[in-house]
Structure formats: structure tokens, C-alpha cells
């Protein structure tokens, strides 16, 4: 996904990095920018699934739609942060994520069976788990595109 952080020599063997100074991986293509980019606002929707019980009231009696958004908001920015920093299993993190999307949209019917649900927790939920699914649908779209035609 991105550029190895390396140092380029120079004609007479020296390092071209001035020392004291990193030198920063940047995406290579637009496609890898583009999958980068979905592995931020995954990790991005993770954290607010995660954070969301404290911001609204997610449930009028129990506390199990709080513990639901906390763990599956974990898991989703795991997934994301791991798609970061691993290239490798790209295809496998997306497939993750789009189920954890659809994890959050349909946790909010199967919660309410046992205590209420309010509406700010289906809204919220169902707006987080969309966005996961498209986010990883653009993500498998560019490993797919990454990847040669095969003949």
C-alpha cells in the first residue's frame, strides 16, 4: 500500500535522507490512497460505535447495547488500524469490517427483543454499519484492482 521507508543512495554511495530527518512512507498510487483513506474513516467509525454510549442514550433499561457498541466499535478499529499497517490479508480485513457493518445494523432489532432500544442507537448504528459496508466495499475494490487480470 505504500513505499517502503528506505534510503536512496546517491551516485557516490551516500544516504540522500539529510540526517536527523525521517523520511516518510506516502501511498503509491491513487488506488492505495484510496484504500488507506477507507482504512482511516473505518477506524474513524469504530471509534465513534465505540464512544457512542457516552454521547447518547443507547437503551432505557440494561446495559447490553452499551456493551455491544463498545466491543464491536473495538473491533472495527482494529480492523481498520490493522489494515493500516498490514498489505498482507487486505481482502480478509474488508470482508471483517463489511460483516461487522452488518453486525451493527441488525444488533439494534435482535437487542431490542430483551430491553428497549432508543431510536438514537438504530440511527446511529445503522448509519456506522452502512458506512463500514461501503467503506470495505471500496477497500475490496481496490485490492481487486490492485491484483492482475488472471488468464
Do not use: C, K
Request: zero cysteines; proline letters at 7%.
Amino acid at each position: 500500500m505504500s513505499t517502503p521507508l528506505i534510503h536512496r543512495p546517491e551516485s557516490n554511495g551516500a544516504s540522500a535522507v539529510i540526517p536527523g530527518q525521517a523520511e516518510y512512507a506516502m501511498p503509491v498510487t491513487a488506488r492505495a490512497l484510496g484504500a488507506e483513506t477507507a482504512a482511516v474513516l473505518g477506524v474513524l467509525t469504530g471509534v465513534w460505535v465505540a464512544l457512542s454510549p457516552w454521547f447518547m442514550t443507547l437503551q432505557q433499561s440494561g446495559t447490553n447495547a452499551n456493551t455491544v457498541n463498545l466491543i464491536s466499535g473495538l473491533a472495527v478499529a482494529g480492523l481498520g488500524a490493522l489494515a493500516l499497517i498490514s498489505p498482507r490479508g487486505f481482502a480478509g480485513l474488508q470482508v471483517g469490517s463489511a460483516l461487522l457493518g452488518v453486525w451493527l445494523i441488525v444488533a439494534g432489532p435482535i437487542l431490542s427483543q430483551r430491553n428497549p432500544i432508543a431510536d438514537p442507537m438504530f440511527w446511529s448504528n445503522s448509519w456506522a454499519g452502512a458506512v463500514l459496508i461501503v467503506l470495505a466495499a471500496i477497500g475490496l475494490g481496490t485490492v481487486a484492482l490492485r491484483r492482475p487480470a488472471r488468464r
